[in-house]
């Protein structure tokens, strides 16, 4: 008789007692579908021991940099009264160019807001009852199940296309300040995501049910929003006059472009 | 050095801050991303998780390294999202479980490329991949994990074996 799959990973883990040990090792002699199992078990832990840690992608630092600014900014107008609104300046005066960087941050963090806690999953059932209601039909469920996903895509789609106009119009207007090799390359990439979406959405018009299809638009508005805001990033690096910044940034679009 | 570089965030010098974020946002966003299964996720826990620390830098006492208020920190955060998410899913575990069955790959038996791992890690269910991540990967033992997840001891052990077999199929293994 087989050791069972817990006793068998315990051994793998060398977490077994000396006794159950042997009586393993005796069954594992004469059983090669045992002995693979244990094998293949401690491939997985060696392979999960060696894992490194993962790069947080470049962007993340930019975002959370805005963050904070404006968590500070705010805080120091709770502080100074109601009238300390009007830090925020007109971003033609060429004098106020920190305050201005700083409103930029603050529109890009506007629009991330929005995004921010909105997590959709598609396919995601998690307002659709476990079990049918005593009398109700399977088809009823099944019929309001999709309903629910359909409406749930709808008002994610809604939600993504809004931040990344937002997104869009800080990006368009501030483009001046990239160099035209990186403009190029931004405008590139947009639009070969643009057309993943494009493909994407026509899919789910025609499949709604089609959690890939579902899945590649949504990843469609992330991919986008995502190189909007390096873009925003991007900006606001150059701007401040901070080099290194900026050319990480670059350096992440141009492996995303490859 | 480490008091230094919490005076001045407290003091509100964001390039302190930048710092601690360039020293363990790697190790932080690595923890968010494999707890939630998703980079996307992972980026957005790694965000919520320093812009809590730059809110409760002040309440750091120093009885412990920097690095370790700051994991304990991420792992709280993650746990509470996973909690949250799975008190949204929980009515469908078993019907989820049952979508995430798969097909074993064809076996395979070069060595396990960390990026197959990384995916394959992804793809495990909810519940069993937490368990595998906090013990497999992060080093916990099972009546840690237990603790973290408000689980039995019991259910940690299995859920760990179970995310080692799944990982067994879909990494070629059998």
Known sequence: MHPNETTLNEYADGSLGAA?????????AAC?????????????????????????????????????????EHATRVTAGPHSGAAVSD??????????????????????????????TPGRRAEAPAVAPAGATASATAGGAAESIETELRQAEA??????????????????ELDPRTAATLQKNLAVIDQAISESRAAVRSEPASEPAQQSLIEGFKAKIGLLQDTVALINEMRKGNEAGAARIVSGLKQKGN | MTVDLVASIQAGDVDAFE??????SAKIYTLASRMAGSPEDGEDLLQEIF???????????????????????ALNHCLDYVRSRRAKMNKLTDTLDAETSFEPAARRDTPIARM????????????????????????FDHKEVADLLGIAEGTSK?????????????????
């Open chain 1, 20 to 28: 159950e040990r042997a009586g393993v090792e005796q069954h594992l």
């Open chain 1, 32 to 72: 090669a579908s045992c002995r693979q199992l244990v094998d293949d078990l401690r491939d997985i832990l060696r392979a999960t021991g060696e894992l490194e840690p993962l790069d947080a992608p470049v962007r993340a630092w930019p975002r959370l940099e805005r963050a904070i600014r404006m968590e500070r």
């Open chain 1, 91 to 120: 971003p033609a005066d060429a004098g106020s160019y920190r305050t201005y960087a700083t409103w930029l941050a603050a529109a890009a963090a506007l629009v991330l807001a929005a995004v921010v806690g909105m997590r959709y």
């Open chain 1, 159 to 176: 939600h993504y296309e809004n931040a990344i106009k937002g997104l869009e119009a800080i990006a368009t207007t501030e483009r001046s």
């Open chain 2, 19 to 24: 710092a601690l974020y360039r020293q363990h």
């Open chain 2, 51 to 73: 812009l809590q620390a730059y809110r409760k830098i002040g309440s750091f006492k120093g009885d412990s390294a920097l690095g370790t208020w700051l994991y304990r920190l």
């Open chain 2, 116 to 139: 197959d791992l990384e995916r394959a890690v992804e793809r495990l269910p909810e519940g069993c991949r937490e368990a595998f991540v906090l013990h497999d990967v992060e080093g």
């Open chain 2, 158 to 174: 299995s859920q760990v074996f179970k995310a080692r077999l799944k990982l067994r199929g879909f990494l070629g293994k059998r």
